[in-house]
């Protein structure tokens, strides 16, 4: 099984001079999914969407193209793609011709399916900045904060017989790289239906991320399952959007069954 210490995350490497979808590091879900108590069938849909800001290769007569792109991995693909070797393999495309931009799109898509286990789609060009849903932001609210981590769900509660439908969210989540022990920094937006959640506690909770290690993915998978465990929502959507490093940002969402995908949107930090 491969294993985060055996990729290139955290060691220096040489820039890729030629076209390597080897570079590709796949990491199964299964392990921390069943750490969660996660089997085979999972509580939530969902995907996680990536947007590339450092793409290029050469066109058909040798011309440098550059452009972004989105990529979406379902959440159900049996693994998830590491990000720095995302990037690495992005930069390895940079000798590389293609005829068309389609062409580029097309071998790009095929080589991170074969990674992901899965069908990934992967589309040209950026979603806007902003959202397109009014949320309440929790991030002032006065309050005491004494836990750091490890996650706390014990500090979520929810009002049985106070009703809410309402998007909530927040911008200080913080975890750290499982393997360098960097920051990753999110905007974490909630949207359920169901027993009004305590803001207070949810906030605390949020805050007990800031020294756990995690990848972007595995936090936002906790915060879903620990929401519909002690908050009982009857729909629940979980999005993060993690700000960029590398010229990579990822927006993990999970969301209950049926539940559309959140329109594409950037944060002002992303």
Same mark, same amino acid.
């Given at each position: 099984?491969?294993?985060?210490?055996?990729?290139?995350?955290?060691?220096?490497?040489?820039?890729?001079?030629?076209?390597?979808?080897?570079?590709?590091?796949?990491?199964?879900?299964?392990?921390?999914?069943?750490?969660?108590?996660?089997?085979?069938?999972?509580?939530?849909?969902?995907?996680?969407?990536?947007?590339?800001?450092?793409?290029?290769?050469?066109?058909?007569?040798?011309?440098?193209?550059?452009?972004?792109?989105?990529?979406?991995?379902?959440?159900?693909?049996?693994?998830?793609?590491?990000?720095?070797? @995302?990037?690495?393999? *992005?930069?390895?495309? #940079?000798?590389?011709?293609?005829?068309? %931009? =389609?062409? &580029?799109?097309?071998? +790009? /898509?095929?080589?991170?399916?074969?990674?992901?286990?899965?069908?990934?789609?992967?589309?040209?060009?950026?979603?806007?900045?902003?959202?397109?849903?009014?949320?309440?932001?929790?991030?002032?609210?006065?309050?005491?904060?004494?836990?750091?981590?490890?996650?706390?769900?014990?500090?979520?509660?929810?009002?049985?017989?106070?009703?809410?439908?309402?998007? @909530?969210?927040?911008? *200080?989540?913080?975890? #750290?790289?499982?393997?360098?022990?960097? %920051? =990753?920094? &999110?905007?974490?937006? +909630? /949207?359920?239906?169901?027993?009004?959640?305590?803001?207070?506690?949810?906030?605390?909770?949020?805050?007990?991320?800031?020294?756990?290690?995690?990848?972007?993915?595995?936090?936002?998978?906790?915060?879903?399952?620990?929401?519909?465990?002690?908050?009982?929502?009857?729909?629940?959507?979980?999005?993060?959007?993690?700000?960029?490093?590398?010229?990579?940002?990822?927006?993990?969402?999970?969301?209950?069954?049926?539940?559309?995908?959140?329109?594409?949107?950037?944060?002002?930090?992303?």
């Amino acid at each position: 099984m491969a294993r985060p210490e055996d990729s290139l995350l955290g060691r220096e490497v040489a820039y890729p001079a030629h076209y390597d979808p080897g570079l590709l590091f796949p990491i199964p879900r299964a392990p921390a999914r069943a750490a969660l108590g996660l089997g085979d069938a999972l509580p939530f849909d969902g995907l996680d969407r990536w947007h590339a800001y450092e793409l290029s290769w050469l066109d058909g007569r040798g011309k440098p193209v550059v452009a972004t792109a989105t990529l979406s991995v379902p959440a159900t693909s049996p693994s998830l793609v590491e990000s720095k070797s @995302l990037k690495l393999y *992005l930069n390895s495309l #940079n000798a590389s011709r293609f005829d068309t %931009p =389609d062409a &580029a799109r097309g071998r +790009i /898509a095929a080589d991170l399916s074969q990674a992901a286990g899965a069908p990934v789609s992967v589309a040209f060009g950026l979603p806007p900045l902003g959202d397109a849903e009014t949320a309440t932001c929790i991030d002032a609210l006065d309050l005491d904060v004494d836990r750091y981590g490890p996650p706390a769900p014990e500090l979520l509660s929810a009002a049985a017989g106070d009703e809410a439908d309402e998007v @909530l969210c927040s911008h *200080l989540l913080k975890s #750290n790289c499982p393997v360098t022990g960097q %920051p =990753d920094w &999110a905007s974490v937006h +909630i /949207a359920y239906r169901g027993p009004r959640i305590d803001q207070a506690g949810l906030l605390r909770y949020l805050v007990s991320y800031r020294d756990h290690a995690g990848f972007h993915e595995q936090c936002v998978e906790q915060i879903f399952v620990d929401l519909l465990a002690r908050c009982a929502p009857r729909r629940l959507s979980v999005e993060a959007r993690y700000t960029r490093r590398g010229g990579l940002d990822i927006n993990p969402w999970r969301a209950t069954a049926g539940e559309p995908p959140p329109p594409p949107r950037r944060e002002l930090r992303q």
